[in-house]
C-alpha cells in the first residue's frame, strides 16, 4: 500500500515535468509546399526558384456535392463568380459558387436536354450556357435558369466533306452569337457557327511543320512521288478561351511552334507563331489584367505569361498516383476567377484544385501589370515590396530602373538596369550620363586628348631614338627583334613571314604572345562595356572561355604540319608553331581599343566596337592562310587546298577527341561502380 501511494504522489510531478520539457522543446510543424515556384528572367535566360506566387487553397470533388464529380474536363468561370463544370463521367454541367460549393446541375435525365460526355462549356454574359456535347455531336444550348432551349448539329454546307466528323469538345461564344468550336482532331483550326448554326468557315488553324526529311523528300522526289506520300497535317487545337480585349487565345499540344496563340478578329496571332517550351499544353486562362495562365499535362505545372506571351513562372507538380493537395494527378482544364484563383481540373482525380494568390504573387503581378503599362510611378511600391522579399527577380530592377530614367535619375537607373542585366535600358541611361559629360568637359577632354596624343607620339620617338643609339645585351637585342617583327607582321604578313621562316623564335616571346591573348580574353570578357555582356559575369567559365579561343589555334598548328607533311610541305613543325603563334598578334592589337571603345558607346553605336571584333577575325583568318603558303612554300591553289583539308582535319580530331572523352569517362564510370560494389559489398 505504501508503494502505491508513493506511485500516485510521484505522477502527477512526472506529468508536470513531461509538460514543461515539451513546452521547451514543442515539434516543428512543416508546412512545405508540395511543388517549387520558378521564375524565368528573359533577359539572362536563367530560371531561379522563388516564393510562390500561388499556394493550393481547397480541393472540390467529394464533399458538398450531390454527386462525386467524374473525369472533370473544363472549366469556365462566369462574371458572376460561379463556376461552371463539364461533369464528363456523369454527363451534366455543374454550377458552383465563388467558393467552391455546389449550386446546381444542368442536363435533363431524358429527351433533347440529354448530354452524353459533354467536354467543353461555356457562359454567355445573359447566363446563356453553350455545352460542347461530344457523343451527341452537337453543341446543346440552356437557358440561365437551366431549360434546354436548342441544339446545333454538323453544319450543312457545302464546304464541309462529307467525311468531316463533327466531335466537338471546346466551344467559345462571342458578343454577337458568332461559336468558335474546337472539334476533335480537325487540323483545319476551330470551327466558326453563326448565331443560326450556319457554317462560316474555319479560324486560327496551325501551321504545317515539316521535319528535315519531309523538305529532303520535296527537294528530291517528282509530283507523281510526292502524291504517294502521306500528306502532313497541321496540329490540331485543343481549347480556347477568350481576352477581356476581343482576342482569342488558343491552346495547342504536340506542335513546335504557336502552341499559345493570340488571334484577332482577322486570325492574326499577335504572338507571330512564337516557340513556348510547351508540348503538352492542354488549356490556357487569361485573367483581368491580360496574364495568360496555361496548364501543362505532361508535368502538371502551371505557367504564366505576361500579356506579350514571355513565360514568367512555372509552378506546380504531377503524380497519377498521388491525392495530395496541390499536386495534380491528370489536369484538363484551366480557368482564372475575378478574385485571381486558378481553378485545375483534374480529370484523373475526380477533383478540381483551388490556388490563391499570394502576397507576394500580388505585389510582383500588379507591379508587373503597371510597368507593362508604361505606369512606372504607380508601379515603385510594388517593386520595393517585391525586393524585400526576393532581390533575385530582375523584372522588379527593371521596373525601378524605368522609374530613375524618367525621373531623370540616369547614374541610379544604369545601376538598376545593370543589376537586371537590361542592355538597352542602360544604353539609353548611360547616353545621358555621357551627354551630360560631353556638355560640361569637350573642350577639356578634347585638349587633353590632343596633348596626350603628341605626347605619346614625341615621347615614342625620343624612346626609339634612345633604343637605336644604346648597345643592348644579345638576350635583350634579340627580343625587341622579336618584338619587332610581330608588329611588323600586322601590315606586312608576306615579308613579316620570310623573316619567321627558318629562325628561332625564342621561346619568352612565344609564351608572351600567348599569356598576352589570355590576359586580353580576359579582360575583353570582365571589362568591356556592359552592353556587350549584359549577363552575371560570376558565371561566366573561364577555362572554357580560354579553350574557344586557344583549342582551336593549338588544333590549327598539328593539322597544318600533318596535312602540309603529307602534301610536300616545307615548314618545320616550330615554324608551323611560332608562325601561328604570331598571326594572334592582330588580335592582341585590335582587342585593346575594343575594349576601351565598348566603354563610351551606346546600343545603336556598338557596330563600331562589332566592326573592330569582326576585322580581327578576319585579319587572323588571311594571317593564318598565308602563313601556310609562305611557311610551306606553296602557291596559291596548293594553299587552298591545303587549308580546307586542314579544317577538314580539324573536325576529324574533334571527332575524335570526343569520341575517346566518352569512352574514357564510361571506363572510369565502369571502375568506379566496381569500386563501389566491392567496398559496399566489404
Not at 504522489?9 to 515556384?37: D, E, M, Q, W
Not at 437551366?146 to 464546304?159: C, T
Not at 602534301?567 to 598571326?583: H, I, M, N
Request: with cysteine; net charge neutral.
Amino acid at each position: 500500500m505504501r508503494m502505491n501511494d508513493r506511485t500516485k504522489n510521484l505522477l502527477p510531478k512526472a506529468l508536470l515535468l513531461l509538460c514543461i520539457f515539451g513546452l521547451l522543446l514543442p515539434n516543428v510543424a512543416s508546412a512545405r509546399l508540395p511543388y517549387k515556384t520558378w521564375f524565368t528572367d528573359q533577359e539572362s535566360g536563367r530560371m531561379i526558384t522563388t516564393q510562390p506566387l500561388y499556394v493550393p487553397e481547397h480541393i472540390i470533388g467529394w464533399q458538398d456535392l450531390d454527386i462525386p464529380l467524374s473525369a472533370p474536363s473544363d472549366l469556365f468561370v462566369a462574371a458572376s463568380g460561379s463556376v461552371y463544370v463539364a461533369d464528363s463521367g456523369n454527363n451534366r454541367i455543374v454550377e458552383l459558387d465563388a467558393g467552391g460549393k455546389f449550386v446546381r446541375s444542368i442536363g435533363d435525365e431524358d429527351g433533347d436536354g440529354k448530354l452524353k460526355q459533354p467536354l467543353g462549356v461555356f457562359v454567355t454574359a445573359d447566363g446563356r450556357v453553350y455545352v460542347a456535347d461530344s457523343d451527341n455531336n452537337r453543341i446543346a444550348v440552356f437557358a440561365a435558369n437551366g431549360r434546354f432551349e436548342r441544339a446545333f448539329a454538323k453544319p450543312d454546307s457545302p464546304l464541309l466533306p462529307k467525311e468531316y466528323f463533327f466531335v466537338p469538345s471546346k466551344i467559345v461564344v462571342d458578343n454577337r452569337g458568332m461559336m468558335y468550336i474546337v472539334v476533335k482532331d480537325s487540323y483545319q483550326g476551330l470551327l466558326r457557327l453563326r448565331p443560326d448554326g450556319q457554317f462560316s468557315g474555319f479560324f486560327g488553324a496551325n501551321k504545317t511543320e515539316l521535319s528535315w526529311l519531309d523538305r529532303m523528300k520535296r527537294m528530291l522526289l517528282n509530283k507523281e512521288q510526292l502524291d504517294k506520300e502521306v500528306a502532313r497535317r497541321p496540329g490540331s487545337i485543343e481549347n480556347v478561351t477568350f481576352t477581356g480585349d476581343g482576342f482569342l487565345v488558343t491552346a495547342s499540344s504536340g506542335v513546335n511552334s504557336g502552341q499559345l496563340k493570340k488571334l484577332n478578329a482577322g486570325g492574326r496571332d499577335a504572338f507571330d507563331n512564337k516557340w513556348f517550351n510547351e508540348f503538352q499544353l492542354t488549356d490556357a486562362a487569361v485573367d483581368a489584367n491580360q496574364f495568360l495562365y496555361g496548364i501543362n499535362r505532361e508535368f502538371g505545372t502551371v505557367s504564366i505569361y505576361n500579356p506579350f506571351g514571355d513565360v514568367l513562372f512555372y509552378f506546380g507538380n504531377k503524380d497519377p498516383a498521388s491525392r495530395q493537395l496541390g499536386v495534380i494527378s491528370y489536369p484538363t482544364s484551366i480557368a482564372v476567377g475575378g478574385d485571381n484563383r486558378l481553378w485545375v481540373a483534374d480529370g484523373a482525380a475526380n477533383t478540381i484544385q483551388v490556388f490563391k494568390r499570394t502576397a507576394f504573387g500580388e505585389a510582383f503581378l500588379m507591379g508587373a501589370k503597371l510597368y507593362y503599362e508604361g505606369r512606372y510611378e504607380e508601379s515603385k511600391p510594388y517593386w520595393d515590396n517585391v525586393i524585400l522579399d526576393n532581390g533575385m527577380i530582375n523584372l522588379s530592377f527593371q521596373g525601378l530602373g524605368k522609374i530613375a530614367l524618367h525621373e531623370k535619375k540616369y547614374e541610379t537607373a544604369m545601376a538598376y538596369f545593370e543589376d537586371s542585366y537590361n542592355a538597352q535600358g542602360y544604353s539609353e541611361a548611360f547616353w545621358s550620363v555621357r551627354y551630360d559629360w560631353i556638355q560640361r568637359y569637350f573642350l577639356i577632354a578634347a585638349a587633353g586628348l590632343i596633348v596626350g596624343g603628341w605626347a605619346v607620339f614625341w615621347l615614342s620617338r625620343r624612346a626609339l631614338a634612345y633604343a637605336s643609339r644604346r648597345t643592348w645585351p644579345p638576350a635583350a637585342a634579340r627580343f625587341g627583334r622579336e618584338a619587332a617583327d610581330g608588329l611588323y607582321l600586322i601590315f606586312h604578313p608576306y615579308e613579316g613571314f620570310y623573316r619567321l621562316k627558318e629562325r628561332k623564335i625564342s621561346w619568352t616571346m612565344l609564351a608572351l604572345i600567348v599569356v598576352l591573348a589570355a590576359a586580353l580574353k580576359l579582360v575583353s570578357i570582365y571589362g568591356m562595356g556592359f552592353i556587350f555582356h549584359p549577363y552575371d559575369l560570376s558565371r561566366v567559365d573561364i577555362g572554357l572561355s580560354l579553350a574557344i579561343l586557344f583549342a582551336p589555334w593549338a588544333t590549327w598548328i598539328i593539322a597544318n604540319y600533318l596535312v602540309s607533311a603529307v602534301k610536300g610541305g616545307e615548314g618545320r613543325f616550330r615554324e608551323v608553331l611560332q608562325a601561328s603563334t604570331y598571326a594572334l598578334v592582330p588580335y592582341i592589337v585590335l582587342t585593346v581599343p575594343a575594349i576601351v571603345i565598348s566603354r563610351i558607346v551606346v546600343v545603336e553605336e556598338r557596330i563600331i566596337v562589332d566592326s573592330i571584333v569582326n576585322l580581327t577575325w578576319i585579319w587572323l583568318a588571311l594571317l593564318f592562310f598565308i602563313m601556310t603558303q609562305v611557311i610551306h612554300n606553296f602557291d596559291f591553289l596548293e594553299t587552298v587546298k591545303n587549308v580546307l583539308i586542314t579544317l577538314f582535319t580539324i573536325v576529324v580530331i574533334w571527332i575524335f577527341l570526343v569520341i575517346i572523352s566518352g569512352l574514357g569517362y564510361n571506363l572510369f564510370d565502369f571502375f568506379q561502380q566496381i569500386y563501389r560494389e566491392v567496398t559496399f559489398s566489404g
